[in-house]
T-cell receptor, first 112, second 112 residues
Framework: SAVISQKPSRDICQRGTSLTIQCQVDSQVTMMFWYRQQPGQSLTLIATANQGSEATYESGFVIDKFPISRPNLTFSTLTVSNMSPEDSSIYLC?????????FGPGTRLTVL | RKEVEQDPGPFNVPEGATVAFNCTYSNSASQSFFWYRQDCRKEPKLLMSVYSSGNEDGRFTAQLNRASQYISLLIRDSKLSDSATYLCVVSWASGSARQLTFGSGTQLTVLP
């Protein structure tokens, strides 16, 4: 299995600020995925991050709002920019490893 | 129409009961099917893959009907520890990546 860690595990932020979430995997993976899970909802894919290229964003998500970095095969960051209360959610990093999808523990974000 | 639809739940069942969850998907190009389990405030974890011929893993049985685009999960002799949200997940190839779509989840509570 792939072991994924995320930092921070939770944060409370003020409206208009930005937060960068880090994701670290214990093995090299080609693709990393960022999901959002809003309260009481299921997971929605934000973007797919390949090492060495720009992330691919899903409909409804844009790079200016959710910039992503993927500097190497074990690490990625997601930034939630200019936050509003509607961004309050759990953000999960995920990898596809040996045909199975593994998830990080998530970052619980509350925007006041 | 949602791409993956599940029983709305919640399901509250006594210990030892048999409970079944249903899921339908709209994308006929879907190739792989899974049930994930998500405990409260935790990340989703793979429970089992779903194969065309149906498959069983202990007390859990998964069925797939491609013609009807329908997936099911049967839990026999339910335990208190089965209490969780069960997510139906469908995937298909998107370029070089797998695209996963999650259902909204069905909440199960097993009562003593």
């Amino acid at each position: 299995s792939a072991v994924i860690s995320q930092k921070p595990s939770r944060d409370i932020c003020q409206r208009g600020t930005s937060l960068t979430i880090q994701c670290q995997v214990d093995s090299q993976v080609t693709m990393m995925f960022w999901y959002r899970q809003q309260p009481g909802q299921s997971l929605t894919l934000i973007a797919t991050a390949n090492q060495g290229s720009e992330a691919t964003y899903e409909s409804g998500f844009v790079i200016d709002k959710f910039p992503i970095s993927r500097p190497n095969l074990t690490f990625s960051t997601l930034t939630v920019s200019n936050m509003s209360p509607e961004d309050s959610s759990i953000y999960l990093c995920s990898v596809d490893h040996r045909t199975q999808q593994f998830f990080g523990p998530g970052t619980r974000l509350t925007v006041l | 129409r949602k791409e993956v639809e599940q029983d709305p739940g919640p399901f509250n069942v006594p210990e030892g009961a048999t409970v079944a969850f249903n899921c339908t998907y709209s994308n006929s190009a879907s190739q792989s099917f899974f049930w994930y389990r998500q405990d409260c405030r935790k990340e989703p974890k793979l429970l089992m893959s779903v194969y065309s011929s149906g498959n069983e893993d202990g007390r859990f049985t998964a069925q797939l009907n491609r013609a009807s685009q329908y997936i099911s999960l049967l839990i026999r002799d339910s335990k208190l520890s089965d209490s969780a949200t069960y997510l139906c997940v469908v995937s298909w190839a998107s370029g070089s990546a797998r695209q996963l779509t999650f259902g909204s989840g069905t909440q199960l509570t097993v009562l003593p």
